[in-house]
């Protein structure tokens, strides 16, 4: 089948790449030059474990294609899929220009039946100003061409991408047109083998369902670091409460680490859009307001630790950071507690030396060349002269480190574990000063 995806990030190079791989003719659309250029040439522009092979092999065989021209993507795919980032606009609400702006292309270049889906996430409401917007080009262009439009939120995460698309827990298909629901059906099917993923709902359904999903997690993920400032405060270890809720099956032991705050380019701006859309309809969505806070709140605790240490007097010092993206297996610096904590470690006249096994480019795209910034090749490098170092993101380089070798490598033997990688007894007996989540004691 031939099929258009606009967008090559994280989600449309995952969906594109994917689609090609069971077939399909695909076509990517981006309206960046330089990732475009770089696609056709077989270098990809994000880290995602297994892409760059699976590219590699699609564009060889001639399925995945990349342009800039919209005429072009128009022209090729029968399925039209809008992948485009959803950011937030100034008041947390999703700013939907980069999807309006396809649908306007859609509707400026078609001239048969097409389907287009929404995979970017997208505020319930939003496939009918797709449709109001391709319809308003249409009629300035004097034509009535047939279209239907499609809800079909995406789940896969960074870092498991290419699998989560492969091997869905759901597909999710939000229609108000039995016929769009069998084109998907036929699309999905090589993803849809062993049993029925497929999920048929109403289009404002889907829309919702994608945030539902990502609010439930954030929730689980801030109920957790609630439940560990009060073990701190309370002398418990949360870890323990941990294991001893998760073995509860209606609960889960998924999701409920407690650590230095939920970032990335999902859970943040998505729980906040939810907030904004609540907020337009008159609903006082008290649930999401604490889950926003308690994070935000969170994304603090590392500094606050550090700080608490040096009795304020971070001036001066150098901290080690290790893991600067927002979770493992991805380069993503989007909203990520790193950020928070090295801003504050800035403003406090703290120097950072930092490492990161895949987000290093991605730190120096975003902040450039600084005298209080220094990227280093290696977890050990990072602790050189360092007062203190902070564990951030808990990638499997990080967990089992030579703590003889941190210990010499540090001018202080102080860490800060934002990711409870480290067994505070152990710690303790090789003399270093141990801050953890939810087991220490609180100092407040
Ligand atoms: N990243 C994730 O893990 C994830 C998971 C599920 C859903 N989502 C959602 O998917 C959407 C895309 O997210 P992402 O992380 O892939 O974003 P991204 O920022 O990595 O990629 C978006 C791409 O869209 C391109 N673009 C912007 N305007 C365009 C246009 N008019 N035509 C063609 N391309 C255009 C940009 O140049 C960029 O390459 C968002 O709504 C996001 O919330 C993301």
């Known amino acids: 089948m031939k099929v258009t995806v606009y967008g090559s990030g994280y989600v ?18 981006d309206i960046d030059e330089r990732k475009t250029e770089m696609l056709r040439n077989g270098e990809i522009p994000i880290y995602e474990p297994g892409l760059d092979a699976l590219v590699s092999k699609n564009v060889e065989a001639g399925r995945l294609n990349f342009t800039t021209d919209p005429a072009e993507g128009v022209a090729h795919g029968l ?8 950011p937030p606009d100034e008041d947390g609400s999703a700013d939907l220009q980069y999807v309006l702006a396809v649908a306007g292309s859609i509707g400026e270049h078609m001239d048969e039946y097409r389907v287009i889906i929404d995979k970017s996430t997208v505020p319930v409401g939003t496939a009918d100003k797709v449709r109001d917007k391709v319809n308003a080009v249409l009629a300035s262009r004097g034509v009535e061409i047939e279209f239907d439009v499609v809800s079909n939120p995406e789940f896969l995460k960074e870092g498991a991408a290419i699998d989560d698309f492969m091997k869905p827990d759901r597909i999710v298909i939000g229609t108000d047109n039995p016929r769009t629901t069998e084109l998907l059906r036929a699309l999905y099917a090589p993803f849809n083998r062993s049993h029925d993923r497929m999920v048929a709902m109403d289009i404002r359904s889907a829309e919702l369902t994608k945030y539902a999903a990502n609010a439930m997690l954030a929730t689980k993920i801030s109920f957790m670091n609630e439940l560990s400032n009060l073990a701190e405060r309370l002398g418990a270890d949360i870890e323990k409460v941990r294991v001893g809720i998760g073995s509860d099956p209606r609960i889960g032991y998924h999701f409920i680490y407690p650590g230095c705050g939920y970032g990335g380019s999902c859970f943040p701006k998505d729980v906040q859009a ?3 859309t609540a907020n ?3 609903y006082r969505a008290e649930l999401l307001n604490a889950v926003e806070a308690v994070n935000n709140r969170q994304k603090e605790i590392l500094f606050k630790k550090l700080d608490g240490h040096f009795d304020g007097n971070l001036a001066g010092k150098t901290i080690a950071v290790w893991g600067l993206a927002f979770k493992p297996n991805t380069d993503d610096m989007r909203a990520a507690p790193s950020r928070t904590l090295m801003e504050a470690l800035w403003a406090a006249g703290a120097k950072v030396r930092a490492y990161d096994p895949e987000a290093m480019d991605e730190c120096r795209r975003i902040y450039g060349e600084r005298d209080d910034l220094t990227l280093v090749d290696s977890a050990e490098e990072a602790l050189k002269g360092a007062d203190a170092l902070v564990t951030v993101t808990e990638w499997s380089v990080f967990r089992s480190p030579d703590f003889a070798l941190v210990k010499q490598r540090l001018r202080q033997p102080v860490i800060v574990d934002g990711r409870n990688m480290y067994d505070p007894q152990q710690l303790k007996a090789d003399g270093f000063s141990y801050y953890s989540i939810g087991r220490d004691t609180a100092h407040d």
Do not use: K, P, S
């Open 274 to 276: 939810l907030e904004r």
């Open 280 to 282: 337009e309809i008159g």
């Open 79 to 86: 399925f039209q899929f809008i992948a485009v980032g959803t």
């Open 12 to 29: 449309g190079l995952v969906t594109g790449t994917c689609l090609a791989e069971v077939g399909n003719d695909v076509l990517c659309v």
